[in-house]
């Protein structure tokens, strides 16, 4: 069964920094795009940011660029999004979202085979 799961989120204070995790089981995410996206309360789903098979990370939000960054540990199977100076904006359920064959661009679209649940980051002092 192919399965993502999230973890890492919680309360943070502003500026600081929080690690995200996705695990996939049943699955390899070496052949996989992987896209990190967030949805915060009364918001549209919007994708953060996605690491290619071939090893390149492309941000796709201008409100994270220079703060967010992604990797990958193929040894432990998961994908990682590394946040740091968290805004109270930055507040939202973070998910994961992985595709064998679509290009980061589609999947950060919204098209994309699996999707692990989501972890909630809330941002506040």
């Known amino acids: 069964q192919v399965q993502l799961v999230e973890s890492g989120g919680g309360l943070v204070q502003p500026g600081e920094s929080r690690t995200l995790s996705c695990v996939a089981s049943?699955?390899?995410?070496?052949?996989?795009?992987i896209a990190w996206f967030r949805q915060a309360p009364g918001k549209e789903h919007e994708g953060v940011l996605c690491l290619a098979r071939t090893g390149n990370i492309t941000v796709y939000s201008d409100s994270v660029k220079g703060r967010f960054s992604g990797s990958r540990d193929k040894t432990k199977n998961t994908v990682y999004l590394q946040m740091r100076g968290l805004k109270p904006e930055d507040t939202a359920v973070y998910y994961c979202?992985?595709?064998?064959?679509?290009?980061?661009?589609?999947?950060?679209?919204?098209?994309?085979?699996?999707r692990g649940q989501g972890t909630q980051v809330t941002v506040s002092s």
């Open positions: 049943g699955f390899s995410l070496d052949y996989y795009n």
């Open positions: 979202a992985a595709d064998r064959f679509r290009l980061c661009r589609t999947i950060v679209g919204g098209q994309y085979s699996d």
